[in-house]
């Protein structure tokens, strides 16, 4: 579909509203914080205005250069493992009843609508010693005696999956729906077993809508701040963790903002990574 | 030889009972349309043969083989959607090749087969071309082709025409005939279109309600309906309600049919006669006789309406034979017997 190209200012007139509210609440604050990342700090205060760009150099001290490597490792981590669950699951479910769907879609929803806070208090629960599902596995003969699961990585991975995976089946089920199903059932026809199938046809004809949810996944995980407080043990925080650190409990405004405007960067950056890529393959094609 | 052998075949999905009962013998190399009303059961009896879908009862069998419990990628049959099912994100080429690459073949061997089947459809300059940027007639090639690719023990079609435009699904009515003539395939295609069924098929087997009311020649469908519901179907035709008198002889309104008996025993029954075989001449030389309702001139033919014994019989003459006569006018009607089909079910 092609749009006309709004003429007069009139026909721009819907877009000031939402415009202006973009501006005040989106990019004037950003604007102020990229500011606020070259003032110099003031020790035990407050800051300065200034231009220096100390900020942006400690990150390339180790201590920083871990916890940005670590924080996009855990956020990729997550954006895949959600993809590889959802994806079948998701592929099963649309092919369900209309009444199944519903039932199955409220219940993500439901999930999606609890804080992060009650996830992550759930979860330490769920792992604790006393009360968690070691209990369950050692009188299933799976685990000796009841053990606490965290704080560790397998926990902090646990509930960002948990937290994510309604997220992400959300995001795939729109395009699993508009699926033609008679395409896994064509390639069975032609010779592939269902499992084959659905590799070698479903997720290539999905491939777009892969790539985004993984982006979206990996964004969505990027900024997650008390589950990995919660569940990890602090090499497990990630950079929001810092950032908040560095904001609320040093008072280093410049350096938090240092941070925080990295971090934005780095997420353009790989989601514009992304998108290039697609795109050269899409134009190779 | 019998190719497909169906020994009543039922299929249930909770109390509808969408195939019921169904045996068929197909013979090889035959061409086969299943041809009935939308939600007769056509689609879901082959995707039963597909194996798509598991039979409630019955057995299917090949070459006098049970396929019954056969998994469907383990069948070699090859099947066109009615969606055709391209796969978007492979080119022409890539699609006709899937089939022979998922069962392993060399490189070699799949170029040189891709290559024959492209020019098979004709489309050897379309291989390297994505499925998006392909015409709907073009389409329906790659999705023949693809469905060929193995040599297929059984080639499966389900309304492979139906989203072409007319003058485009006449020429591939006739193309898809020919081809499977050419590779003696034994082929079975789904239509609701009893116009393809009669170019295409050397076996139309008409359906109903999940039942199978007759599978016979074309000619034989439309000359020797077996009952009211493939009359009716198939083409146009009119149904009187007839009566046997002591002899047997069949009585339409009282009125005797000359050269028209009913089978013995049987008291009541249904004869139809096609529109273009009834004719129509001056009410005093007629034994039947009833009124003319309505004309409807369609330039090359006339159809003439008529009402008697409160059932109307359409008439088709061309515009030599045609009577003259107007609406509200007498006139009689002759019911040769060797039109005539008395139907006793």
Known sequence: MRREPARTFSDLLPLLFPAAMLVVFFVIPFGIMIAVSFFRRQQGGFYTVDFVIANYERFLTPFFGDVLGFSLFLAAAVAVCCVLLALPFTSFLAGCSRRVQVVWLVGILAILSLSEVIIGFAWSTLFSRTAGIGNLLSALDLMETPKALLPGFGAVLTGMIYQALPFTILLLYPSLMRLDPSLLEAARTLGASPMRGFVSVVVPALRHTIAATLIMVFVFALGSYLLPQILGRPQHWTLSVLITDQAIYQSNMPFAAAMAVFLVLISLALVGLVLLVGGRREAAR | ?345
């Open chain 2, 1 to 345: 030889m019998s190719a497909l052998t169906l020994e009543g075949v039922a299929k249930r999905f909770g109390s509808l009972v969408a195939v019921d009962n169904v045996s068929l013998t197909v013979l090889k190399g035959t061409f086969v349309c299943l041809l009935g009303p939308s939600g007769c059961g056509k689609t879901t009896l082959l995707r039963l043969i597909a194996g798509l879908e598991a039979p409630s009862a019955g057995r299917i069998l090949l070459d006098g083989t049970d396929v019954t419990g056969l998994p469907t990628h383990r069948r070699d049959f090859g099947m066109v959607f009615q969606s055709l099912a391209l796969f978007p994100h492979l080119n022409v080429r890539d699609n006709i090749a899937y089939p022979l690459r998922i069962r392993g073949a060399a490189k070699t061997e799949w170029e040189s087969r891709v290559g024959e089947l492209l020019e098979l459809v004709h489309l050897q300059d379309h291989g390297e071309r994505p499925v998006s940027r392909l015409s709907g007639g073009q389409r329906q090639r790659v999705a023949i082709a693809r469905a060929l690719a193995v040599s297929p023990r059984l080639f499966l079609l389900d309304e492979p025409l139906s989203a072409l435009d007319a003058k485009l699904r006449e020429a591939m009515q006739v193309e898809l005939r020919q081809l499977q003539q050419k590779l003696g395939i034994t082929t079975i295609v789904v239509t609701h279109d009893q116009r393809e069924a009669m170019t295409m098929a050397d076996l139309v087997v008409v359906m109903g309600n999940g039942r199978i009311h007759q599978a016979a020649a074309p000619v034989d469908i439309y000359r020797k309906p077996a009952n009211a519901f493939v009359a009716d179907f198939i083409g146009s035709t009119n149904l009187l309600d007839i009566a046997a008198d002591g002899s047997g002889r069949a009585l339409f309104d009282g009125v005797p049919l000359p050269g028209v008996t009913l089978p013995a025993g049987v008291g009541r029954a249904r004869l139809s006669i096609r529109p273009e075989d009834v004719r129509l001449t001056a009410p005093e030389t007629a034994a039947l006789t009833g009124r003319v309702t309505f004309l409807r001139d369609l330039g090359g033919t006339v159809e003439t309406f008529v009402e008697a014994a409160d059932t109307t019989i359409v008439a088709v003459s061309t515009r030599r034979e045609r009577v003259r006569a107007a609406a509200g006018d007498p006139i009689g009607i002759q019911l040769p017997a060797e039109a005539c089909v008395v139907l006793t079910r």
